[in-house]
């Protein structure tokens, strides 16, 4: 099977902070021509973080796209260069205050295939310990949350935590 | 806890076929200025559709902003104006050539909160039976599978299947 499209032109629409967007005329299997609207998105982590073996941390904040509040794991943006383990490492520490003796990489997720590039790469964190004083960003707004696995599990049952990519890497426990 | 972001003015950057694209600039709890960069999607539905208790429909198929194949759950875009369960029971039809005679809402996901708005809505599909003859959009190369959910799990664990919805999904069953 080779559904390949094979792109004939790309134009860029937009380059910005976190995303870029390109529409690329493309050939489709059968010789048709047609477009694709594709966000470009460097990817994000996000992290499992054991505060004892079924308490994980999550993050509350503001999430301008669906304007509301959403409990998500933390997570963050893959910085230019930055490498992905890394990345993790201070998301975490910027968002909860917590660093991690083990720091294991359990797998990753493609968040909207269908018009954008981003994965979301998990990780599990362990043996959790105050880092830094203060968190990280000064312009992130984030309220921190110890919660049962099975608290988080019966809140995703019940539509109180709907985020992808929480709820995917619970998956890969 | 408010950590509410008040748009004071907001610009198109893009309106397409399947994304809008648009920048806010908002007030900060702190009362600083930021930019957030916002892609609007109407959302989708993805379909659990069983072919008997133990085993569901997924569809492989090339996806342009990744540049390889995935094996997904049936989804689709939902289309201006139409209602969420249609929509999940035409791409079930168009894509797997099945229609259904139990449809029930299992729940939703937001896919990319960060920067985009798209909410994907869950549906399990039962009895199903054959549609029309041949599938529905001409312009879509999609190869239908039959797998035990017991393979898809394995599948998501050894990095076979990534889509997030796709994974999400089976934490609803």
Do not use: W
């Not at 998105?41 to 073996?53: C, L, M, P, Q, T």
Request: hydrophobic content about 35%.
């Amino acid at each position: 099977m080779d559904f390949f499209e094979n792109t004939i032109e790309s134009k860029n629409i937009y380059k910005g902070k976190i995303i870029d967007v390109n529409v690329h005329t493309v050939e489709l299997p059968n010789g048709k021509i047609s477009k694709r609207e594709i966000v470009n998105h460097s990817g994000g982590v996000a992290i499992i973080a054991f505060k004892d073996k079924d308490t994980v941390l999550l993050v509350e904040q503001f999430r301008k796209p669906i304007e509301g509040t959403l409990l998500e794991l933390p997570a963050g943006k893959i910085e230019k260069g930055e490498d992905i383990e890394i990345c993790g490492i201070r998301e975490l520490e910027e968002e909860t205050g917590y660093k991690a003796k083990d720091f294991k990489y359990l797998g990753k997720v493609v968040t909207s295939p269908g018009f954008c590039d981003e994965y979301i790469y998990i990780y599990k964190a362990e043996n959790l310990y105050k880092g830094k004083d203060g968190l990280g960003d000064e312009d992130e707004f984030i309220s921190v949350k110890e919660l049962k696995i099975d608290k988080i599990k019966e809140m995703i049952k019940s539509g109180e935590i709907t985020d992808a990519k929480t709820i995917s890497a619970l998956m890969f426990l």
